[in-house]
């Protein structure tokens, strides 16, 4: 089952990308970790990869799909695979359904994590961690059960993410409505979406896009 995950920033993406592996033994193909793995190795494209890079360049589409065609051909991506953070933009959906095409592969679904951008705002601006052992906390809904010590390890050095402020937030959100949104339309039209609450419980939201793949 190949599938494309489509959300703005804090959605979910992540949580539910490695739900559906469990389940389904898919791989999650991340674009950005796909570009460090190509670099790291060498290959052609991740040395035009490396070059635009280390010149201050965004990395053109065309050397994004190369890496991408490179990590699908791979054995672990024979049981389908789950792309999270590409395509970006209806180019980039153009390409990568030539690219397809090429392989004659089929994409099975786009799913959508619907959101409300208040309330994501809400959700990402008051996250915060332990900064020992990681463990995560939010100022409204999950705090420490002792003000300022972690449940977990008993540390009270908490960090918050620099990006994790309200106008930032409010700027990627933007961002992502502006650039990406047009995705969804697109992929609607060509009877490939499927769309979900974001905002439920994760179990509700897993519950959703399971069944939803169920019946396709």
């Not at 053109?60 to 590409?86: H, K, T, Y």
């Not at 992929?187 to 939201?205: E, N």
Request: aromatic letters at 6%; a negative charge.
């Amino acid at each position: 089952m190949n599938l494309i995950l489509l959300g703005p920033p804090g959605a979910g993406k992540g949580t539910q990308a490695k739900l559906i592996e469990e389940r389904y033994g898919t791989v999650q193909l991340s674009t950005g970790d796909m570009l460090r793995a190509a670099v790291a190795a060498g290959t052609d494209v991740g040395l035009a990869a490396k070059a635009a890079m280390e010149a201050g360049q965004l990395v053109a589409d065309e050397i994004v799909i190369g890496i991408i065609s490179e990590r699908i051909d791979q054995p672990d991506c024979a049981d389908g695979f789950i792309l999270d953070g590409f395509p970006r933009t209806v180019v980039q959906a153009e390409a990568l359904d030539r690219l397809f095409g090429e392989k004659q592969m089929t994409l099975d679904a786009v799913v959508e994590l619907q959101v409300d951008d208040d309330l994501l705002v809400e959700r990402i601006a008051g996250r915060f961690s332990c900064g020992k052992c990681g463990e995560g906390y939010h100022d409204k809904f999950h705090r420490p059960k002792k003000e300022g010590v972690c449940d977990k390890c008993g540390a009270q050095d908490f960090v918050r993410r620099a990006d994790d402020t309200a106008e930032i937030v409010k700027s990627r959100l933007q961002a992502y409505r502006a650039q990406t949104e047009p995705l969804i339309e697109y992929y609607r039209d060509r009877g490939k979406l499927v769309s979900v609450d974001g905002m439920a419980d994760i179990a509700i939201v897993a519950k959703d896009i399971r069944e939803n793949l169920e019946n396709l």
